[in-house]
């Protein structure tokens, strides 16, 4: 099991370097050459920030993962993971099935602040929760047993840099800490 989680987090690293890599490309091809040529207009618009390479994708995975390790109760069982760009977004439906509770824990990093709309859905109830990139603990979010959940966070602009690791663990009753179920609130 680990091997393979460490050959899907190696394919992960190499596709982000490869796409990071090609961005490279494409904005150095889209620099103007020197010369004489004067705009009549200025420029109004100024470049998004982004990573500079390979290395600075890898220490923001590298934090991202440090920040998910930081809110795992010790009684976790891992049922599922992965991560996404900002640019693409998430939207997956888990099951929920059995007697112990589960956590969805996610972290995300970016190259300049930002944050990110969470949103938790089951059947006829929902929740919005904002996501702070760059935090050193992840945000983690309590859902009850029972019937599948959709986790949604909507796409950034087409071009974003950012990535979002997530964990989906079961948990014992008394690991949960605070509401037992982050969809449908606690509130009343």
């Not at 796409?155 to 008394?174: F, I, Q, S, Y």
Request: overall charge negative; aromatic content about 4%; charged content about 25%.
């Amino acid at each position: 099991m680990r091997t393979r989680q460490g050959l899907a987090l190696t394919i992960i690293v190499t596709a982000m370097a490869l796409t990071g890599a090609c961005t490279e490309q494409k904005n150095q091809e889209g620099k103007a050459e020197p010369g004489n040529t004067a705009s009549s207009s200025p420029a109004t618009t100024t470049p998004a920030p982004s990573w500079d390479g390979k290395e600075d994708q890898e220490d923001a995975m590298r934090r991202a993962t440090r920040a998910l390790k930081a809110v795992q109760p010790d009684g976790a069982s891992r049922v599922d993971e992965g991560m996404e760009s900002l640019a693409r977004g998430l939207k997956k439906t888990f099951t929920a099935q059995g007697d112990r509770a589960y956590t969805f824990d996610v972290a995300c990093q970016a190259p300049a602040p930002r944050s990110v709309t969470l949103t938790l859905t089951r059947g006829d109830a929902d929740s919005e929760w904002e996501v702070t990139c760059g935090d050193r603990e992840a945000d983690q979010f309590n859902i009850a047993a029972g019937g599948p959940f959709t986790v949604r966070i909507t796409h950034a602009v087409k071009d974003a840099e950012g990535l979002v690791l997530w964990r989906l663990n079961t948990v014992a009753p008394d690991d949960v800490d605070g509401c037992e179920d982050d969809i449908k609130g606690c509130e009343g």
